[in-house]
């Protein structure tokens, strides 16, 4: 057999974008904490992944649903690392490795993927990562590891190569992560699009929302207000669904949206203007900073000026997760009604999150639906606990504990 450095480890992986790590570590850190978890981050900026270790990642895992997670692009847990593969044979050490998993040629998983960070060391593994799963599958499946064809009431493997010698193994349950690979949606950018912003957009209704509240919440005739439309992108995704939009920016609006018939443009300030009556939904990308967004948030949800909305908390400042943690509470605090909030770094955003706030009660999961139905719904976000100064410490929990 082949020569390799295998250890087993358990905790957490999870992607995200390059140069995220610190805001992942932080949140995972945070999220860990109040869940009574005592482990720690291992991240290196700028690598797209970070490890959670020194838990029972199974726990933790349970304990942090992938649709809780802001940064992370996916949540996978831990089983193990390779050191020095050797390029002519790195099938034998994972075989050997997951040799203990092996349950009396019962296959013990529904799916393998191999992947890699989308990171700049990460994406030259791209070529490798495809021709290693098409020689990994039939081996899998000659040890009754992996089952004949992909199911997803199975857990699905993941191997994640971090250099040519250097691979975690780990696990994914497919109703608690994302169903694309790299946690990446791929979206088709149509011609007449009045800008990339769109796919914002796009991405945030397919992620944050699930396929059925998709259908009874953007439903033909509704009313929507987008603060800050030019050129009208998100206007434009919105009058595709046949809602009939307002859109506020004292820049110009794209032809192509204007060619709608649906959108009407409102040259005025986002921060002064208010609708003249109530509309289904709220949609927001003004540049400007973060607290001051959500705020401006919280007045429509005080207002009842709308029911629903989504906006963008642009994040250039250093400490992002901070920054995030701070008006998401803010929202709760000043929207003056139960507020359910949603919120992810999507794919198509750069320095900023993408969050969906729903007044009223939380939802309830759309029946038969979730990450098993090959739609994602992300962010279930509960006001931050009462911090450790002001009396709310949790107990601890060692690590390993139920
Ligand atoms: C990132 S762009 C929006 C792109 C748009 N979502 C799209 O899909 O095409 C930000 C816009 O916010 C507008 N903006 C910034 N501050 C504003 C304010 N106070 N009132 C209205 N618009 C504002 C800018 O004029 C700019 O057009």
Redesign the pocket.
Known sequence: MAAANTAAIDGLLCWCRAGFEPELAAELSARAAQAGFAGYARAQRGSGHVEYLGVDGAALSAALPYSTLIFARQKLRLLAELHDLDPKDRIAPMLAALAPLADGGRACFGDVWVEHPDSDAGKPLAGLARAFANALRPALRQRGLLTAAASAKLPRLHVCFLAGDHALLAVADPHDAAPWPLGVPRLRMLAEV??R??LK?EEALLVLLGDREREVLLQPGMTAV?????????SWVLARQQLRVTA????PLAASALATGLIEHVR????HWQPPKPVDWLVC????SPRRVAARIAQWFAQGWCERAIFNLKLPMKKRWEETSLCLDLLHAQAGRELHLRARQLYHDREEITVFAQAGQSPPPPAGEGWGGGRSRAGTLPPSPPSPASGGRRPKRSAGAD
């Open positions: 009045p800008s912003s769109a957009l987008d603060l800050g439309a030019a050129p009208g992108g998100w506020i920016d004292n820049g005025a300030d986002g921060f990308d003004m540049v400007e």
